[in-house]
């Protein structure tokens, strides 16, 4: 996939984010006033939050799309990863925040206090768990189209709401029939979804801040695409890194030591072409040409 398309579509699915989540804030929050329920307001509010977040999105893939320059010869890839780690940290901050209130509540054990809360707010409830799960299924659809960790990570911001919103609807209901302490239990197992999320998010992110190789399919891909090129007689090694969402490679590659200097390099062009072509996220790969020497042979 091209850079602008990456930019473009990632862009795109962050503003379907802002103003689905606007909409459905500002409905969540009117709803909870009107049918007095306090979990729907702070459910709104929650779908505020993660206007900030798709906001968050648009400044690291648009950062991470830029050029490479004099001072970031490598490009700005790792701007991305840096935008799903703030992402991480707020999902992080949402979960602990939820889970707080839910032990305040279980703790405190005050239920009967609780007012009734209206039909209204059972009505936004499922309303807003149906767009949130359909929103977290598109983002995540174009997340992995585009391997783009900080759009994955707003995905999981939908998916947070959407649990945030059953533990709103288990609460109301529960509330409605004389139950109140099912609203905490819910919403403290719900934190520990949101912060479980917030882990693996930050955790890919990180790996793909600090050179981490990448998986074992792919590198084997690799291998047996330069291994299946004419005048390719084994490989001495083959380092990969992830670099952002892109991936560099430098492999060494052994042909026959009595081939002219010409004949080597059109070698390695081909191996270089292949690789490119057979492979879109590689961004940048180095081929050296080694002598053969049998006992330094190895093939896969």
Known sequence: MKEIDFEKTA???SMVSIIGNAVLSAFKVLAGFIAHSGAMISDGVHSASDVFSSVIVI??????AKKSDKEHPYGHERMECV???ILAAVLLVTGLFIGDSALGKLIGGKYDSLEMPGILALIAAVISIVVKEGMFWYTRYYAKLLDSGAV???AWHHRSDALSSIGALIGIAGARMGMPVLDPIATFVICLFILKAAYDI???AVDKMVDHSCD????????ECVLAQDGILGIDMMHTRIFGNKIYADIEILVDGRKTIDEGHEIAEKVHSEIEEKFPKIKHIMVHVNPYNQEEVWKE
């Not at 074992?216 to 291998?223: G, P, Q, S, V």
């Open 216 to 223: 074992d399919k792919t590198e084997e891909k690799m291998r």
């Open 202 to 204: 930050f955790k890919d």
């Open 59 to 64: 400044i690291g893939v648009k950062l991470s």
């Open 152 to 154: 994955m990570a707003d």
């Open 83 to 85: 935008a799903a780690i």
């Open 11 to 13: 862009v795109r699915v």
